[in-house]
């Protein structure tokens, strides 16, 4: 995934501006939002974007890391 792939998608998942401008967001509507962004962040890291590995470095409570060697 390009870094411009990923960052359109993790933008678009936060709802374009609505995630900045607004001082609410539903409990589900924000449920969808992180859970959508982990499995963007996870799926984009795993197929090697740079941006989201580091993203899963600096988060390690959130995404847990394996070493497979095959």
């Known amino acids: 995934m390009t870094n411009t792939k990923f ?3 993790f933008t678009e998942l936060l709802g374009a501006d609505d995630f900045f ?6 409990q589900d509507q924000l449920f969808a939002m992180q859970d959508g ?3 963007l962040i996870a799926n984009a890291s795993n ?9 899963v470095q ?3 409570n ?9």
């Open 47 to 55: 197929d090697g974007n740079i941006m989201a590995t580091k993203m």
């Open 7 to 9: 960052i359109t998608e």
């Open 21 to 26: 401008l607004c001082d609410r967001i539903d």
């Open 62 to 70: 959130v995404f847990k890391t394996d070493l497979i060697i095959e």
């Open 37 to 39: 962004i982990a499995n």
């Open 58 to 60: 600096l988060l390690p």
